[in-house]
């Protein structure tokens, strides 16, 4: 099962960053692997995205390993619920950027915006990463791909905004992010979670050895994107 813990600074987000840097490493276990973590533009709070064998193995984390940490002012912890992986393309642009996008609506829309989100054809310039229920602070949020952030605020004007149902959609680029896990258990979660449509693909059409949490930046260059454009 995969969960989020949002951590929330007092005053600074940078000591929260630098804290899960050098300690979340420690936090693995036979029942508790850290995957990742991710800061996002404008939000005061760094996620720690955690794979646990129940969710009660998330407790020593809160509980023990934070109790030392005076910076953190609070957290959320949000389940993630039916989390689906998507295949990370061979082919796709130089100046691809993560971005998160964060949906609510009332339960009763939730089954038919997950699997629009799920079955829709993306375009080459954006690709979907995962798209899971959220029951936390949204209702589903979505892990995205995209070349611009005028690619992804169109996607929301004209796909998701206007479906009946959603009551409010946002979208934060990532500006930060530290793997944990080893790629290998990194890509081993995502492949337990593909879409059914996702294990008919072709093996030659997919990267199955990008670090789509490091690496987006470090294509962009090595293709001949500029920095200034990520």
Known sequence: MMMIVRLFPKTDINRVWNYVENVIAKEKSDFVTPLYSAQLEGMMSVGVIFD???????????TETLSDFDECHHTRTISLIKPIFFPIPKK?????????IR???????YKTIYNYLIN???????????????LGDEDIVMNIAADSRQTVHNFLREKIRIM???????FYPVVKSKRFAPLEELIKVQQEHLTAVAKKIPKSEMDEEFDW???FENYAMLTGAFRRDI
């Open 52 to 62: 646990v064998k129940d969710p009660d193995n998330i407790s020593h984390f809160l």
């Open 92 to 100: 796709k642009p130089e100046n691809m950027q993560r971005y998160i």
């Open 103 to 109: 949906i609510y609506t009332h339960p009763k829309n």
């Open 120 to 134: 829709y054809k993306y375009p080459f310039n954006m690709f979907p990463i995962y798209v899971s229920y959220s």
């Open 164 to 170: 009946d149902g959603v009551d409010s959609s946002s």
């Open 213 to 215: 949490v490091e690496d």
